[in-house]
């Protein structure tokens, strides 16, 4: 009887978290729809270009608690079975990433008073028109470690809400910040506010959310029991024990941001601030199209990982094909979207009458749809089951792809530096994965 309401409340709450994370995620990308608008008016197209080179540090930072957060999520149902491990555990995890937050921070200070910083900003600014002086520059720059090194230590609360099939907790509470940070923006934009006020408005509010999250946690009944943090309960044996998974996820994310939130830097580099606007925008629009498949994906996880764990063949295959079967009717739909509506899409959104031409729409496409397969590859496979095997598959390919970014790149432009790493990451990492899921463990 127990384990019949476990399966009908873990359906529940996939679904929960499937329908308020398609809210979410559709009211994130309106509101940075609505968003790129009013900045790229704000800044122009220029600053607007590094604004958004800028922020590529905060995904890159995104990834410096080594993993051990998600490890505690992964690993939570055994851990949950010990009050004492369970303690252990998450209180190692809390206080690794609190010291690394402060070590992030103290670094950055150091970093934006550098020598190298100051004599970098003076040559981009002496070859561009920038209006932003290198102190605001450097407090942006600040702001977005400063947002990070606190979202760290919070990062657990949300990981014990995703293991425990309440992920449409933290849905709703970042719906409710990506509103206010809309109305913030427009704000600080209406005011004249500096860049790193903007910055605050953008990536910073979700912080309020991330701590109600973290008080939500602290609710659930296993952690009930864990009671006040004491150092004496961080443990090098549990530290390791969370590095071991933790640092193969870590890894993998670590490479994932360098595979698609690299390309910023590239084109900057090789062209120029301005045409980084225009790919920007492009990747606005996958981010768009692929945006259920991450949500069908983040809210079937704990499901697929729990089933793993269990060694159930027949339903992890089962619940690969159907997924595939629905990510592979939905590519259709973006294909044709993006072939028939693109352009009239973009016109409504930035007033821009045949924006994209055929091989923009080509970078668009690929880039969704792509992103839709390979998003579930990755998901799926850092569950506890596969994530060995999966690190030992993921990372040279991944690094292979990337060198090949930059050779897309240079005989082939931009549309050279989108196809050639997805073919080679389609034939080499994602067929292999896709067979994985159904191989003997």
Known sequence: MKNRLDLNFKARAALWTFASGIVFRLTSVVVAFLT??????YFGAEVFGAFNTLIVLFFYLNQSGLGVSFSLQT?????????????????????????????????????????????KFSEVASNSNF?????????????????????LPLDIGTRFINATHKKFITNIALTATCILSLLLT??????????????????????????FIFYKALQIPELKTVGKIHLSDFKFAALKNLLNTGLKYSGIQLLTVLMFWSDNLFIANAYGFEPVTKYALASKISTLLSMPVVVFVSATFPIFNETAIERNKNSLLKLRNKSL?????????????????????????????????TQWKIIIAVQSIFYCFYIYCVEMLVSTSFIHRATRLFVPIMLIAFASKIFGLYYGGIMGLVVLPTAILTLVYIIPALRMMGSER
Not at 36 to 41: A, E, F, G
Not at 186 to 211: D, Y
């Open 36 to 41: 790129v608008p009013i900045l790229l008016n």
């Open 75 to 119: 690993q939570y149902p055994l851990l949950k079975k010990n009050e004492n491990t369970l303690r252990i555990n998450y209180t190692t995890a809390l206080i690794l990433n609190i010291f690394i937050g402060l070590l992030l921070f103290a670094g950055s200070i150091a970093f934006s008073y550098s020598h190298f910083f100051v004599s």
């Open 131 to 151: 209006k932003i002086d290198l102190n605001s520059w450097r407090a942006a720059l600040l702001v977005i470690v400063a947002i990070i090194a606190i979202e």
């Open 186 to 211: 427009l704000f600080f934009v209406k005011t004249n506010w500096n860049m790193s006020w903007i910055i605050f408005a953008q990536f910073g509010i979700s912080t309020f959310a991330f701590i």
């Open 325 to 357: 079967l629905l990510i592979a009717l939905y590519s259709a739909v973006v294909l044709l979207f993006v072939y028939i509506a693109v352009n009239y899409f973009t016109h409504i959104w930035l007033q821009k009458t045949d924006y994209w031409n």
